[in-house]
């Protein structure tokens, strides 16, 4: 029994958001162990960005996010060759339109993902906070835009029930990040009243101004990036009924020949 379930998850490429998610949760738990151990944070709802400032935690962070923004990747374009595999022989299909610009949505939410753990928030804040919101701002809409794909697949390509699930979870993805976003104003706003703008904000107290619309925004960040984390999750069983393959053609014997005939054969492109 325990064979078979294991060969229904690695089935074709339902791995690929499992390995999403075991990534991205052992990047958020580890960094924030290690940065509560050390003092770095207090314990109680850091924002994520906050646990992967000073090293070592800041170098996991930094590693395991950027592995986290290609897995990302991957899964994003995966999904979009398969719903392009779907409507490959409609061209005019308005799927295929909005599957290609959910795919360049959800690949510069990816870039702003590997912004984020390249450039933290005490070194260069301004670039952190471009690399978030590309992070959560277009991650959440790639989720609506996916999440408006599957109802127009349905019941052709896909059940309703899915359909329901992706729209929860993005639903909750839109109401954490306008919570988190607001909140956050509130709270720097009433930080600065009492505080130098170099006072440490990784240690903020519940005697400091702000503090609670500080703990409401960095609830919000949590429960949105968790959302994120359960959206690609919805991937999986699809994936599972989807596998790909990379062909590589010779055209020479020699790698100094030059091919006699340099048009390129038929073959798929990456993006169609």
Known sequence: MCYRSCACWCRGLGYLPIMLGVM???????????????????????????????PPESCIFGQFLNLSAFLAFATMYVRYKQVAEFYAQD????????NKTAFVIGSLSCLGLSIVANFQE???????????????????????????MTYKMYPDRN???????????SSVALVSMVIAFSAAAVAYVQWNKYHDKDDDRQHWKPSDGGYTAHLVSSIGEWMMAFSFLLFFFTYIRDF???????QIRLYVEHLDEIPENEEPNERSRLIN
């Open 91 to 98: 061209v005019v299909n308005k799927i295929l339109k909005l």
């Open 122 to 148: 005490t070194s260069v804040l301004v670039v952190h906070g471009v690399g978030a919101t590309m992070v959560f701002g277009l991650g959440v809409l790639y989720a609506f835009l996916q999440t408006i």
């Open 240 to 246: 599972q009924k989807v596998d790909m393959e990379a």
């Open 159 to 169: 059940g309703l029930f899915i359909c329901r699930v992706r729209m929860i979870i």
């Open 24 to 54: 991205s949760g052992a990047t958020f738990i580890t960094s924030y162990v290690i940065a509560v151990i050390k003092g770095d944070v207090f314990a109680v709802f850091p924002y994520i960005s906050d646990t992967g400032t000073k």
